[in-house]
């Protein structure tokens, strides 16, 4: 049979093929994400548990160094400004924009000390992801019951100061790729207010140079992180959460918008 000799080539060529094709990366990619994610907190629960005897703060600086390399595996580069921002003492909340998943790589990229997050309570149940998520004292909310979720973030508020830790919150309550932000929700203000702590905003630039889900698309790109100056709430009461939220989703729009080399929408009423 003289056909055969086009085996090893087609076989060498078959996974070249594959490779090429787009959405064949782009499966591969997000497969491989969540699958090893899975695995490395499979690795940091034992890790965790050995470090602490169960749920703490500290928990984060393993799942961090876990975390950091699989930008690599993804294609993923990190461009971050504004480190003096976060060299703040004790406790404060971070905001920051919430496109996807793979937001878990800037914040790790990023992360300070003692700093955890709050996440809708779906997440515990995501297998070993869950219960890392668990480990490293995430509070989870409920985000169907307002009156549950506040009292878990007033709870909050008072553990974040007797226990001096920084929590992380996506004000905009939910993933958003439409190229801008979302209204934000009021509870991280209502924590900084609180606890009387300062807010440190945080801005992704948008993924949609190399991440797009309709067109099933997952290339290499680089993420611009900016970390914003921090926003003092010292004598600011109820009344000002309004404006204080105004104020942060403004300078994080403003931001969002600069860094992300988003082409302008046709929306205004210029025609040119
Ligand atoms: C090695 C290991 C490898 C493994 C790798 C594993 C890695 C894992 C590690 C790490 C991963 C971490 C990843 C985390 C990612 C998670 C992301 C998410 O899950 S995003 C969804 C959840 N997040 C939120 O929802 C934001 C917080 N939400 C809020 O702040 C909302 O405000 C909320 C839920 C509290 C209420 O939401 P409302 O939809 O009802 O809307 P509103 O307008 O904000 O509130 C209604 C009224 O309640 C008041 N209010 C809100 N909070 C209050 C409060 N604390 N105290 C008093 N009033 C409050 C407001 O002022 C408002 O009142 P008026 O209408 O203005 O009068
Ligand atoms: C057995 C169950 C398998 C589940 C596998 C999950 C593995 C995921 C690995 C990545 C871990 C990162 C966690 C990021 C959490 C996240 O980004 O959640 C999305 C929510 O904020 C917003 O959700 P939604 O408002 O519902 O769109």
Redesign the pocket.
Known sequence: MDVLWMAPPLLLLFPLLMWTSSTFVYYFKKCFYVAW?MV??L??IPLCILKSGGRDVENMRV?RS??RHVKYFLGLRFDVSGWEHLQTEGPYVIISN?QSSLD?LG?MEILPDRCT????KE?IYAGT?GL??WL?G?VF?N?KK?SD??SV??DAAKTMLDDQIRLW???E??RNQKGDLLPF????F??AVQAQVPIIPVVFSSYSSFYLRKQKQFNSGTIRLRILPKIETKGLTCDD?PSLSDKSFNLMRSSFLSISNSVPQSNGPCKH
Do not use: Y
């Open positions: 994610m490395l907190a690795l940091a799942i876990l975390v919430h878990v914040l997050m709050i996440a809708k997440l992801v890392i998520c490293g995430i909310i985000r307002t979720a506040k973030m007033i919150v996506f004000p309550g939910t929700k009021k509870g991280a209502h924590l959460i």
